[in-house]
């Protein structure tokens, strides 16, 4: 049986619960247009543009990473649920704007809007207010999943949406879910007894210079960049494929939903051997160089559904499998006193990459065509996979967070310090102002009743 220690509570439960339920209907509400968006769009006014079909496509992700961060640091400020609020709000104005646009000027405006609500730090803040530093990363975990199954579900759904009731309607029902998750933070999501930084999930400005001076983070950013860019560009050209095959818009579920299917199948097996062999790295370069044969396979073998459907099949596998490896691979790189600001810039560099991918994808359409847009992404693998190739083989660790008691600064460096020297810890960071411990140690084993017997000491 567990002990308390070992399980959640039933505040943390519904705490992370909800928490995970409003980042997925956030997230829904920027990928469900994605596999429709831009054969919808060539028919308004203005969208015989492709530069501007992109530019609405991928506009949303522009005003995220540029608001993101700081909307985190405003939620230490003014409070997280304010925050996400207001988030909400302008994710809803901007969806109802999109809905009701005659024209693509009015969609791109939307989407600025709606991306203007950027929630996903604050989000992280709260989950971190209302979990025990010893069940956070599962809360973590829980919303890491809702994005990956949102995402998929989003390709399936749409073109079924699509038939029933248009791009307009789905902007709409975007904005409706955007009110459905406000209702969610109000009536389900606890109010935190305590608001405060949290070195661990939040971004602090001190720690810009170290996280962009490390070489083997900007790797990392540098491809998590590219792979949205790719996946981006790949739906300003694949609907356009499988139209020109004979499958009309309504029918494109068809394919993605085998085709996601099968590749959250595929990921286990290399996902197994990264982690339990410690084959990081050559799974990693593997997956990126799969990605590529897909996009290859899309450029030289499209001229059938089938063809395309295979093709994706190969890009899936591998976009599923470096999605999952990168956030684990940033967090065993970056120091710990910086890690909650190195993930906040891979994810917004994740949501600069989106806007780039669509923009270019958009541009390299109206000037040299579809085939323009994969040559593109194959360019973009190519140089990541000289870029991830000069990376070192990442170290077997994790992270693991213990709450700590009230204790003067003198006394947290020797513990800092006692703990740094035990078994399988590879570095040890005591906050004061946090009351807690955060180890790296390794995934072989480590000395966790000596660390536990340390901090019930102190």
């Known amino acids: 049986m567990l002990s308390d220690k070992d399980s959640m509570t039933s505040v943390e439960r519904r705490a992370s619960i909800g928490l995970a339920s409003i980042y997925g209907l956030r997230m829904l509400g920027l990928f469900i247009i994605l596999p429709i968006f831009a054969l919808y769009a060539e028919h308004l006014p203005g969208g015989e543009s492709h530069l501007l079909i992109g530019f609405a496509l991928g506009a949303y992700g522009l005003t995220q990473a540029i608001l993101q961060i700081p909307a985190g640091w405003l939620s230490d400020r003014y409070?997280?649920?304010p925050v996400i609020y207001a988030g909400l709000i302008l994710f809803a104005i901007g969806s109802f704007i999109a809905a009701s646009a005659d024209n693509i000027y009015w969609v791109i405006a939307g989407r600025v809007?709606?991306?203007?609500?950027?929630?996903?730090?604050?989000v992280m803040a709260l989950t971190a207010d209302l979990t025990r530093e010893d069940h956070r990363t599962k809360a973590m975990a829980m919303i890491g999943m809702t994005i990956g199954i949102t995402f998929s579900l989003s390709l399936i759904l749409s073109p079924m949406l699509y038939q029933h009731i248009g791009v307009p309607g789905i902007f709409a029902l975007t904005g409706v879910l955007?009110?459905?998750?406000?209702?969610?933070?109000?009536?389900?999501?606890p109010n935190p007894s305590i608001t405060r930084?949290?070195?661990?999930?939040?971004?602090?400005?001190?720690?810009?210079?170290?996280?962009?001076?490390?070489?083997?983070?900007?790797?990392?950013?540098?491809?998590?960049?590219?792979l949205h860019a790719i996946l981006m560009s790949v739906f300003m050209q694949?609907?356009?494929?499988?139209?020109?095959?004979?499958?009309?818009?309504?029918?494109?579920?068809r394919v993605y939903l085998p085709v996601m299917l099968v590749?959250?199948?595929?990921?286990?097996?290399?996902?197994?051997?990264?982690?339990?062999?410690?084959?990081v790295k050559q799974v990693f370069i593997s997956a990126i160089a799969l990605a590529m044969l897909g996009?290859?396979?899309?450029?030289?073998?499209?001229?059938?559904?089938?063809?395309?459907?295979?093709a994706l099949l190969l890009f899936f596998t591998a976009f599923n499998l470096l999605e999952a490896m990168l956030p684990s691979l940033?967090?065993?790189?970056?120091?710990?006193?910086?890690?909650?600001?190195?993930?906040?810039?891979?994810?917004?560099?994740?949501?600069?990459?989106?806007f780039f991918g669509a923009a270019m994808g958009g541009l390299l359409m109206q000037h040299w065509g579809g085939n323009a847009v994969l040559v593109f992404a194959i360019t973009l693998l190519l140089l990541w996979l000289l870029v991830a190739g000069s990376m070192r083989t990442p170290a077997a660790v994790r992270t693991k967070l213990y709450p700590l008691p009230l204790m003067d600064e003198a006394s947290a460096r020797n513990l800092q310090q006692r703990l740094a020297q035990l078994r399988g810890v590879t570095e040890a960071m005591v906050v004061v102002a946090e009351q807690m411990a955060s180890l790296k140690v390794a995934t072989g084993g480590f000395d966790e009743a000596s660390v536990e017997q340390l901090i019930k000491g102190a």
């Not at 998750?181 to 389900?188: P, W």
């Not at 971004?203 to 998590?224: P, Y």
């Not at 139209?243 to 579920?253: F, P, R, V």
């Open 178 to 189: 955007a009110v459905l998750a406000m209702l969610i933070v109000f009536f389900v999501i």
């Open 238 to 253: 694949v609907p356009f494929l499988l139209k020109n095959n004979g499958l009309n818009a309504e029918q494109h579920w």
């Open 330 to 354: 940033i967090s065993k790189t970056a120091p710990l006193a910086a890690k909650g600001t190195a993930m906040g810039v891979y994810s917004s560099v994740q949501f600069l990459g989106a």
């Open 263 to 279: 590749a959250f199948v595929l990921m286990v097996a290399p996902m197994i051997i990264a982690e339990k062999k410690g084959k």
């Open 113 to 122: 809007i709606q991306g203007a609500g950027a929630i996903n730090a604050a």
């Open 295 to 310: 996009q290859i396979s899309l450029l030289l073998f499209h001229h059938s559904v089938l063809a395309v459907a295979a």
């Open 197 to 226: 930084f949290h070195s661990d999930t939040e971004a602090s400005g001190k720690r810009f210079g170290e996280v962009l001076r490390n070489r083997d983070l900007l790797r990392l950013d540098f491809g998590i960049f590219s």
């Open 79 to 81: 409070g997280r649920k």
